[in-house]
């Protein structure tokens, strides 16, 4: 391997509740929006995968995927409300607080392949003041060769093409590649990509069941240096 590349929340930081409020309140706004067009608003949701106020793991709003989430929107409301459910996701986006609760070790992990040489990147469905905002925070910004995010490069994970700022600017091939993330979405993108080593970590929202696409699954980002090295 030469690249490491890695998702933010739930792999460096531990799965930000921030994320989770912005979720709940688009369902929130989804329903009021379109209260007319939405039958059973219990069943809607349970849909989704909001049951009890909160966000249940391996569902649609548990995904992190926008285009999942639009077209569940659509099916439910019966027409096209793509405009609506991205403008409004984009707001609460731009208006979200980070909470930002660092990996215990992930510092020094980054340290680790850093001396030994590989480049790092991140791969993130975070906007790009999101991912400035935790750069700025945690001050991390030397580790990282590369940084995608979702807002700044227009296509999202698990699209193989989300990493073309990785694979236009940078000579390396894709086997080099490793990607470590919290989500199915995150493995699948480098199934995609035909990247050369997934690594899924259970510091996030996704469940081990869910890995089936992991070459390795690991409890924490910090597991990576010594399958790395194999």
Known sequence: MKWILFDI??????????????????????MEVYQDEIGDRKAAYAHLGVVDGEIQPGTIMASGALDEMVQAFC????????????????????????????????????ETLKRQG???????????????????????????????STEANAVEKPNPEVLNPLFDHYDVAPQDVAIVG???????????????????VLTGVGLKQEFTNADYIVETANDIVEIINQ
């Open 9 to 30: 929340d739930g792999t460096i930081i531990y799965f930000d509740r921030s994320w989770m409020k912005i979720g709940l309140q688009l369902v929130d706004d989804f």
């Open 75 to 110: 099916d439910i409301a019966g027409q096209d409300v793509t405009e609506w459910a991205q403008s409004r996701s984009q707001i609460l986006v731009d208006n979200r607080v980070p909470e930002n609760v660092l990996v215990e070790g992930i510092e020094e992990t980054l």
């Open 118 to 148: 590989y480049k790092m990147g991140i791969v993130t469905s975070d906007s790009k003041k999101g991912v400035e905002q935790f750069l700025e925070i945690t001050k991390f910004d030397h580790f990282f060769d590369v940084v995608i």
């Open 182 to 200: 919290d989500t199915a979405n995150d493995m699948q993108t480098g199934v995609n990509a035909k990247l050369g080593l997934k690594i899924a």
